[in-house]
């Protein structure tokens, strides 16, 4: 299975734009669905936004929409998450994860699908 480093993160004020990439070590993972989640202080993990293992599907979590945008670059196993329009609620470590099964659709109910997770990457929004 594919190890996964995030990278990115970091200070910005509300408003402002960043964007995280996810490497994968495996090139094998452009058969896996992958996705970013978030976790807040005091807070679950939650899911953010997911890909379809060939790049053609997202699926975003509502608070995403219209100002996050998922994409990836299977010839440079890559995945991207880049964010705009930061508010002080999107401050959280954010995870990337890759599917542990291949080639499945997205955008339905993914709550207990398995995968592989990165360390996370700190994202800070200020007011």
């Known amino acids: 299975q594919a190890q996964l480093v995030e990278s990115g993160g970091g200070l910005v004020q509300a408003g402002g734009s960043l964007r995280l990439s996810c490497t994968a070590s495996d090139g094998s993972f452009s058969r896996f669905s992958m996705g970013w989640f978030r976790q807040a202080p005091g807070k679950d993990r939650e899911f953010v936004a997911e890909?379809?293992?060939?790049?053609?599907?997202?699926f975003y979590t509502n608070s995403a929409k219209g100002r996050f945008t998922i994409s990836r670059d299977n010839a440079k196993n890559m995945m991207y998450l880049q964010m705009n329009d930061l508010k002080p609620e999107d401050t959280a470590v954010y995870f990337c994860?890759?599917?542990?099964?291949?080639?499945?659709?997205?955008?339905?109910?993914?709550?207990?699908?398995?995968?592989?997770w990165g360390q996370g990457t700190q994202v800070t929004v200020s007011s």
């Open positions: 994860a890759v599917d542990r099964l291949p080639f499945r659709a997205v955008g339905g109910n993914s709550k207990n699908v398995a995968r592989n």
């Open positions: 890909i379809s293992w060939n790049g053609r599907n997202t």
